[in-house]
């Protein structure tokens, strides 16, 4: 998972790193295992749930707005008449 060019991973950690915040500080606040966090960090968990990316975020004090994007596979689209039939 990215946040703009960088890895999720590197972000926290960063973010962390600035408010002079331990892994065990901010994992706690955010409801989230410590060696989940640092799993986190070092890039071992490539595709966090949302929830946990939220809870993380929040915990560190960033603002988290969020929409979600589908894209259906063409085999999947539909006209609004095949629907109505």
Excluded: C
């Amino acid at each position: 998972m990215r946040l703009g060019d960088a890895p999720f991973g590197e972000v926290i950690r960063q973010l962390r790193t600035n408010l002079g915040l331990s892994i065990s500080v901010v994992a706690k606040k955010a409801g989230v295992d410590v060696n989940a966090w640092r799993r986190l960090e070092n890039g071992e968990i490539l595709d966090p749930h949302l929830s946990t990316v939220v809870k993380v975020l929040k915990s560190l004090g960033a603002a988290v707005e969020y929409s979600v994007t589908v894209e259906l596979p063409e085999q999947l689209k539909t006209d609004d008449a095949d629907i109505h039939s």
